[in-house]
C-alpha cells in the first residue's frame, strides 16, 4: 500500500491551525502582559503615596513637640503673677521651641542660607529692594529680610533681600530720582522653581 501525501490544501490548513495556536499563545501572552503592567503601575503608585504619606508623618512627629512646647510656653506665661519673670520665660521658652523647630526640620533635610555680602542671585535670592551705596559694589546684597531655605540642593525659598546699586542709578530723564525719598524701592526678582 502507498501513502497518499498530503495534498496542498491539507498542508494549508494545517499551517494555518499552527498559526492560529501561536497567534492565540501570543495574544494570550501580550493580554497577560499588559495585566501585570498595569498591576505593576497601581502597586508602585501605591507605594509612592504610601512613601510620600510616610515621609509627610515623620515630619508631622518631629513638629509636633514644637507645637507641645508652644503649649507649655503659653500655660506658663498665663500661670505666672511676676510679668518680668513671665516675659523672660516666654522668651527663653520661644528660643528653645525655635531652636527645636529647626533641628526638627534640619533632620529632615531643610538648611538655611544666608546671600548677604555676595552677589546677587536670582536662582537663591528675591530682590525686594534696592539701595544706592557707595560701600558696596553694584548688585551685592547689603541686607536680608527673610534668610533663604534648601532642601538638599533645591532651594524651596529664596532668600529675600536688599541689593546694593550705584548712586545716581535710579534717575530719570530730567534728573528726577526715580526714588526719591525712600531708600529701598519694592521690586521682585524671578523665582528659583
Known amino acids: 500500500m502507498s501513502k497518499k501525501k498530503p495534498g496542498p490544501v491539507s498542508e494549508l490548513k494545517a499551517r494555518l491551525e499552527e498559526t492560529e495556536a501561536r497567534c492565540a499563545e501570543h495574544r494570550d501572552a501580550a493580554l497577560r502582559a499588559a495585566a501585570d503592567f498595569d ?7 501605591a507605594e509612592m503615596a504610601d512613601a510620600r504619606r510616610r515621609g509627610v508623618e515623620a515630619v508631622m512627629c518631629d513638629v509636633v513637640p514644637v507645637l ?3 503649649e507649655r510656653a ?3 506665661e498665663a500661670g505666672s503673677g511676676d510679668s518680668g519673670r513671665a516675659v523672660e520665660a516666654v522668651r527663653r521658652g520661644v528660643e528653645l521651641i525655635r531652636r527645636q523647630l529647626r533641628e526638627a526640620l534640619a533632620a529632615h533635610g531643610l538648611a538655611e542660607f544666608s546671600c548677604v555680602g555676595e552677589a546677587f542671585d536670582p536662582r537663591h ?9 557707595d560701600e558696596h559694589e553694584p548688585e551685592t546684597v547689603v541686607a536680608e529680610e527673610c534668610r533663604g531655605y534648601r532642601c538638599g540642593e533645591r532651594v524651596i525659598r529664596p532668600a ?3 541689593v546694593a546699586r550705584a548712586p545716581g542709578c535710579g534717575e530719570q530723564e530730567g534728573g528726577e530720582r526715580e526714588d526719591a525719598g525712600r531708600a529701598v524701592e ?3 526678582a524671578p523665582r528659583d522653581s
Request: aromatic share 10%; proline share 4%.
Open 125 to 133: 535670592a528675591e530682590a525686594v529692594g534696592f539701595v544706592e551705596s
Open 39 to 45: 498591576n505593576y503601575r497601581r502597586r508602585a503608585q
Open 186 to 188: 519694592p521690586e521682585t
Open 74 to 76: 503659653l500655660a506658663a
Open 68 to 70: 507641645d512646647n508652644f
Open 160 to 162: 529675600r533681600v536688599v
